[in-house]
């Protein structure tokens, strides 16, 4: 799919930021190929210039409205220094290219880092920007050694002097009776507190049967990407037809997104009817879906692939579309009308009351 493409060069020599601008993808994932036209060796790597063609993983990819930021390093803008224009295409993990271009290599200051990696996988991951390592904390001098005080003399020693016994001077009584009312004077004491702890201050706790154990919750395994899923649904490799029918399931569901992806995937290998369903999630002449913005270049782009294969609703579609125009689409009175005739000689009744309504 044509998309659109810049460079700008950042403060920071061998950086740039390339833009690419129609393209409807999610950031997460995508990878870039880079190719010049000179010499065998066409297709840029991490390391250098290879004969296959190799996709470039940025480490930093980021949507700012309709537009998607790739910020490049070393590794690609100090090695394309002196070349004019490249071929530049963009790939969508499980859904394969999604953009294609030729954009204008800027000149600009080149930092000198790039060098060989030893990497040869076809997908190769970009390194980051480097930053300087923090200053090191400047050494703090040793504390001063103070020196320990004096230890103060002991005080002096009061002066011991024998205590006079007060009890010594009371008559002693026999020992047998006053064992006996000491022994129960200590058990008349031991009962009354006893007593007293156990029913007043604390009483016995009344015996409660322990409940069941709560039955554990099975956890739930996390809910699937729309991504996801369209891309394990494409691992079982479908014809288009089944893709279309698919598609429509998705749609009647409310699953918008995954309708748009398997639409999209049968339109690119030739499927005219969901190059017709493709087409109506940009056609600024229906009602808005979902999330998808109006864009009446790019509907016209694909109801014309499916009206070049004979299919009538598609040629009345994109006669009506050129008729009114519209979300950066000029209107084309005449390109309309010769497309609604075409429509009309395969006997549909709406292009033929679509060109009764056309203005003489």
Request: with cysteine; glycine share 8%.
């Amino acid at each position: 799919m044509p998309v659109r493409a810049t460079i700008a060069p950042l403060p920071e020599p061998g950086h740039a930021l390339l833009r690419v601008s129609e393209l409807d993808a999610a950031p997460e994932g995508l990878t870039i190929s880079i190719q010049r036209q000179q010499g065998p060796d066409t297709h840029l790597a991490d390391d250098g210039w290879r004969r296959t063609e190799t996709w470039l993983m940025p480490d930093e990819v980021q949507r700012n409205g309709e537009v998607l930021e790739f910020h490049l390093g070393p590794e690609i803008c100090d090695r394309l220094a002196g070349i004019a224009t490249v071929r530049l295409r963009v790939h969508e993990p499980d859904i394969g290219v999604v953009g294609t271009t030729v954009v204008a290599w800027p000149a600009m200051l080149t930092s000198g880092a790039a060098g060989a990696s030893g990497s040869y996988d076809d997908t190769v991951r970009l390194r980051r920007r480097q930053t300087p390592p923090p200053a090191p904390e400047p050494e703090l001098p040793p504390p001063l050694e103070v020196a320990p005080e004096p230890t103060p003399p002991p005080p002096p020693r009061p002066e011991l002097r024998a205590a006079r016994d007060p009890m010594a001077d009371l008559p002693k009584r026999s020992g047998a009776t006053g064992w006996m009312i000491a022994a129960v004077v200590v058990l008349l004491a031991v009962g009354s507190g006893y007593y007293y702890w156990t029913n007043h201050l604390h009483p016995p706790e009344p015996v409660v049967a322990a409940a069941p154990p709560p039955t554990p919750t099975p956890l739930q395994p996390p809910a699937k990407s729309v991504r996801e899923t369209v891309a394990e649904y494409l691992a079982t490799k479908p014809a288009p037809d089944a893709m279309l029918a698919k598609a429509r399931d998705f749609a009647k569901a409310g699953d918008t997104g995954a309708a748009f992806l398997v639409f999209r995937q049968a339109a690119e290998q030739g499927n005219a009817a969901a190059q017709v369903e493709l087409a109506s999630f940009y056609d600024p002449t229906l009602p808005a879906k979902g999330a998808f913005p109006h864009d009446g270049t790019q509907a016209a782009d694909w109801y014309e692939r499916a009206a070049l294969s004979g299919l009538a609703e598609a040629q009345r579609k994109l006669g009506l579309l050129l008729a009114k125009g519209g979300a950066g689409l000029t209107a084309d009175a005449a390109k309309a009308k010769v497309w609604l005739q075409q429509a009309a000689a395969q006997n549909d009744s709406d292009a033929k009351k679509a060109l009764d309504g056309l203005p003489k």
